[in-house]
């Protein structure tokens, strides 16, 4: 059997953002997460949260990680994940939450442009977008090891970026989406939560 990809990262964000989530996902049913990485938070969040579908995705050369995770967990609600790169084919399923964590500043910014442009495909009417992470605002980072972490990331490839906040979330409002919390994390990150408003509202 293969060995479960592990993140130490997810291990220690896990709870932080779960308190977020059953907030914020408490009258969801059906999620996408995109960016599943390892799979480890997709069984950690439908574990505790089994009124929801977790919906993984990722791209192709990270699906086996996550279906060691899922079927390790065997859990109810993890259906088999989806192969989505945001440059390429998206689902045509709508969901009404959208998860994604530490994946905007490993895209370079037209993608993340795509990722946004393409949401509006599976975002139902009254969705929830949470996105986790470092970000900037006004232009600064919020501590001297997110600056490093961003300097370590150009290092290795020059198109990633921590994003900055005010850009992303005109990304969301163009969309119709509005932030409804913007919540501190542990390790200087972020949990942004956006709710897609109808016409109506």
């Known amino acids: ?27 969801r049913k059906q999620v996408l997460e995109i960016g599943s990485g390892t799979g480890q938070h997709a069984v950690h969040f439908a574990a505790n949260l089994p009124h929801l579908v977790w919906q993984t995705s990722d791209r192709a050369e990270n699906l086996p990680g996550v279906v060691s995770w899922l079927s390790h967990a065997r859990l109810p609600n993890t259906p088999p994940p989806l192969e989505l790169d945001v440059t390429g084919d998206w689902p045509s399923q709508r969901f009404d939450a959208v998860f994604s964590a ?17 949401l509006a495909g599976v975002l139902a009417a009254d969705a929830v977008l949470a996105i986790y992470g470092p970000f900037r605002y006004e232009g600064r980072h919020t501590s001297d090891s997110n600056a490093a972490f961003e300097a370590s990331l150009q290092a290795a490839v020059p198109h990633r970026a921590i994003r900055d906040f005010e850009a992303v979330d005109a990304l969301a409002q163009d969309l119709g989406l509005k932030l409804v919390e913007d919540r501190a994390m542990p390790a200087n990150n972020r949990c942004l939560m956006w709710r897609r408003i109808s016409s109506t509202e």
Do not use: Q
Request: aromatic share 12%.
């Open 1 to 27: 059997m293969t060995e479960r990809p592990f993140a130490p990262a997810c291990e220690r964000n896990k709870e932080p953002i779960l308190s977020v989530l059953r907030e914020h996902f408490a009258d």
């Open 102 to 118: 530490n994946t905007l500043h490993i895209m370079s910014w037209p993608e993340v442009e795509t990722f946004f442009a393409n």
